[in-house]
């Protein structure tokens, strides 16, 4: 049975997701450029829409996340959803059970540094702790393009779209992971063959609920 060049349906709602989260955000700034534009004419400094870009940034790494969550459930048999443990847990579990290690994916170093803007926006306001410091956590995350400032993660427009691609190559690169493939594949034959089923309809459930 031939594989689609994506080969489950949670890669595909995952990359809906992003390109949605993505889009709302360029809605968004457009409107706070119109109303920077206005108030500025009338001598009002307007926002600078950083916290629509965190926001947005937050949301993406989730979304990757709970892709990766959603399919080490998948390659089990289980129903898509939570996995339970922490980030680290689920690739762990993805390498020890079903030999597939995420450091294999090529935007899998470019996704760490995006992880790390997302821990720092999300714990620490946007400025790295003495620990992340020691580990080098600005140097890694200035060589995805995002600026720091004072000890805090600066997330321009740029490096905003950058996210975005980095976070949808990863997902991209995960659902064709030569060991994602061939499980996929023998999965496929035992539905084929009547002995098994997918979890849910389509060929790999589905992560609507992101």
Same mark, same amino acid.
């Given at each position: =049975?031939?594989?689609?060049? &994506?080969?489950?349906? /949670?890669?595909?709602?995952?990359?809906? *997701?992003?390109?949605?989260?993505?889009?709302?955000?360029?809605?968004?700034?457009?409107?706070?450029?119109?109303? #920077?534009? +206005?108030?500025?004419? /009338?001598?009002?400094?307007?926002?600078?829409?950083?916290?629509?870009?965190?926001? +947005?940034?937050?949301? =993406?790494?989730?979304?990757?996340?709970?892709?990766?969550?959603?399919?080490?459930?998948? &390659?089990?048999?289980?129903?898509?959803? @939570?996995?339970?443990?922490?980030?680290?847990?689920? /690739?762990?579990?993805?390498?020890?059970?079903?030999?597939?290690?995420?450091?294999?994916?090529?935007?899998?170093?470019? %996704?760490?540094?995006?992880?790390?803007? @997302?821990?720092?926006?999300?714990?620490? %306001?946007?400025?790295?702790?003495?620990?992340?410091?020691?580990?080098?956590?600005?140097?890694?995350?200035?060589?995805?393009?995002?600026?720091? @400032?004072?000890?805090?993660v600066v997330i321009t427009a740029a490096s905003l779209l950058d +996210?975005?691609? /980095? +976070?949808?190559? #990863?997902?991209?690169? &995960?659902?064709?992971?030569?060991?994602?493939?061939?499980?996929?594949? *023998?999965? &496929? !034959?035992?539905?084929?063959?009547?002995? *098994?089923?997918?979890?849910?309809?389509? @060929?790999?459930? !589905?992560?609507?609920?992101?």
């Amino acid at each position: =049975m031939k594989l689609d060049p &994506l080969n489950f349906e /949670i890669t595909e709602d995952a990359l809906e *997701e992003l390109g949605s989260a993505y889009a709302r955000y360029v809605a968004t700034a457009s409107r706070v450029q119109d109303r #920077f534009r +206005c108030r500025h004419r /009338i001598g009002v400094m307007g926002e600078d829409g950083s916290a629509d870009r965190a926001a +947005c940034w937050l949301r =993406m790494v989730s979304i990757v996340e709970i892709y990766v969550e959603a399919l080490l459930k998948q &390659l089990a048999g289980e129903l898509p959803g @939570r996995a339970p443990g922490g980030w680290s847990e689920v /690739i762990g579990l993805l390498k020890r059970h079903h030999h597939v290690d995420v450091r294999d994916v090529a935007a899998w170093e470019t %996704l760490e540094a995006c992880i790390l803007v @997302r821990n720092a926006v999300a714990h620490g %306001l946007g400025r790295f702790t003495a620990k992340q410091f020691e580990k080098a956590a600005p140097r890694k995350v200035r060589a995805i393009g995002v600026p720091v @400032r004072d000890g805090a993660v600066v997330i321009t427009a740029a490096s905003l779209l950058d +996210c975005a691609d /980095i +976070c949808r190559a #990863f997902i991209a690169g &995960l659902d064709v992971h030569p060991r994602v493939i061939a499980q996929a594949q *023998e999965r &496929l !034959s035992q539905v084929s063959e009547g002995s *098994e089923s997918w979890p849910t309809g389509g @060929r790999g459930g !589905s992560t609507r609920a992101m």
